[in-house]
């Protein structure tokens, strides 16, 4: 009996996590607006894996030879390089083509303009994405919980989840998102995979169709039971 209970709170830890995208709510994020500048930020994050501050704070600068520049963030040590994805090729040129490096990517998102504010750059960004993300329904809400299980951090959650699926070794995933790697050997010594290997690594990580087909869900080892709303 006391097995049982023990599954049970475990079962309920995991349903009360943070949550990955799933594919069917990427795709109502991607095609619910006409707003590019809404849509450009979520795709790049969707194929990159970045914290949002991340994203909005790139420069032109830092998309470059193939790579984008990420600035350090949590207990990263500093900058890091992700290779772009071919879906973001498009995105990248014509934000990028005749302007200065030193010029924000994304300029259509400002930072706090208070002197002296301590907020994240991407602090407009996340309400307005908050506000569109809930008007779609795309949200998974609990009385105990401060803020949904699903937010903007749910797109690296996704990319994430589709690294380890398409096979992406997990020391290597960690390299692309800047987690630490496992143990002293690749945590301390290495000095990290080859740019050729993590661009290889995210040209299989592949957004569901966007266009209208239908979207089969991949079945989870460990499932999550989300409660009806």
């Not at 496992?182 to 990580?205: D, F, M, N, V, W």
Request: glycine content about 8%.
């Amino acid at each position: 009996m006391a097995q049982k209970k023990g599954l049970d709170r475990e079962h309920e830890f995991v349903e009360d996590k943070e949550r990955a995208f799933s594919d069917n709510e990427v795709v109502v994020l991607l095609t619910g607006t006409t707003d590019v500048k809404m849509r450009d930020v979520m795709l790049l994050a969707a194929l990159t894996g970045a914290r949002v501050d991340a994203v909005i704070d790139l420069k032109v600068g830092d998309c470059s030879h193939g790579c984008f520049r990420f600035k350090g963030q949590k207990r990263e040590l500093g900058r890091r390089y992700v290779p772009i994805h071919p879906a973001l090729n498009e995105m990248v040129t014509r934000r990028t083509n005749g302007r200065d490096p030193k010029e924000e990517l994304f300029p259509e998102w400002p930072g706090p303009v208070a002197a002296g504010s301590v907020r994240e750059r991407s602090s407009y960004f996340s309400k307005r994405f908050t506000a569109y993300r809930r008007s779609l329904g795309v949200k998974d809400e609990r009385d105990d919980k401060r803020r949904s299980l699903l937010n903007f951090h749910s797109f690296r959650r996704w990319f994430i989840t589709k690294g380890e699926r398409a096979g992406i070794s997990g020391d290597l995933l960690a390299a692309i998102v800047g987690h630490k790697r496992s143990g002293l050997t690749l945590g301390h010594y290495s000095e990290g995979p080859e740019i050729r290997q993590a661009r290889r690594a995210i040209c299989k990580i592949q957004l569901p169709p966007l266009d209208g087909r239908k979207v089969v869900e991949a079945q989870a080892l460990v499932p999550r039971t989300k409660p009806a709303s």
